[in-house]
T-cell receptor, first 110, second 118 residues
Framework: RKEVEQDPGPFNVPEGATVAFNCTYSNSASQSFFWYRQDCRKEPKLLMSVYSSGNEDGRFTAQLNRASQYISLLIRDSKLSDSATYLCVVIANQGGKLIFGQGTELSVKP | EPEVTQTPSHQVTQMGQEVILRCVPISNHLYFYWYRQILGQKVEFLVSFYNNEISEKSEIFDDQFSVERPDGSNFTLKIRSTKLEDSAMYFC????????????????FGPGTRLLVL
């Protein structure tokens, strides 16, 4: 089983749509959870951390279910500028190394 | 806003040659990392470095790889004898501190060095 597994993409949606990304992780001892965004041929950039209580940042909402080892990201009212690959990222131990999922590509069309 | 910088942005080398990839982490950061991303694949951890020594390394980080912090600002990744399969984007990252229990301050990534081994 992959350490971090994401929905295969790509997701093609019209502007204004709501889109949801799902992610599962295999290590139940994982400590920290994040969503990163990666534009084509660029470095990953932190979008948001994910907390057990769920958290929201503008149009973005992240949820964590530790029992199911499941993480989600919801984007509401999607914009053209949201087009990117979304990476689910987990830290499994105190060393701080990031474990990345394969990423899900999102393409928002006019 | 402070940022991680990497040089060169692109490097082309012949198989068997040594390459050194350079990174300047954010100045008050204490933890440094190298990751790589082969084209079309996921980002993979290579090594973490703290207090002038390796904290953790992956299976990818074999004897051909080494890291060094030669002065107070640079953090380098050396590949001694490059192979075709070393062709990838190499990202340096740094973070301010790691809290006990695994929670961690954000890792900031540099723009990457694209390495092509011919």
């Amino acid at each position: 089983r992959k350490e971090v597994e994401q929905d295969p993409g790509p997701f093609n949606v019209p502007e204004g749509a709501t889109v949801a990304f799902n992610c599962t992780y295999s290590n139940s001892a994982s400590q920290s959870f994040f969503w990163y965004r990666q534009d084509c041929r660029k470095e990953p950039k932190l979008l948001m951390s994910v907390y057990s209580s769920g958290n929201e940042d503008g149009r973005f909402t992240a949820q964590l279910n530790r029992a199911s080892q499941y993480i989600s990201l919801l984007i509401r009212d999607s914009k053209l500028s949201d087009s990117a690959t979304y990476l689910c990222v987990v830290i499994a131990n105190q060393g701080g190394k990031l474990i990345f999922g394969q990423g899900t590509e999102l393409s928002v069309k006019p | 806003e402070p940022e991680v910088t990497q040089t060169p942005s692109h490097q082309v080398t012949q198989m068997g040659q040594e390459v050194i990839l350079r990174c300047v982490p954010i100045s008050n950061h204490l933890y440094f990392y190298w990751y790589r991303q082969i084209l079309g694949q996921k980002v993979e951890f290579l090594v973490s470095f703290y207090n002038n020594e390796i904290s953790e390394k992956s299976e990818i980080f074999d004897d051909q790889f080494s890291v060094e912090r030669p002065d107070g600002s640079n953090f380098t990744l050396k590949i001694r004898s490059t192979k075709l399969e070393d062709s990838a984007m190499y990202f340096c990252a740094s973070s301010e501190y790691v809290l006990a229990g695994g929670w961690q301050e954000t890792q900031y990534f540099g723009p990457g060095t694209r390495l092509l081994v011919l």
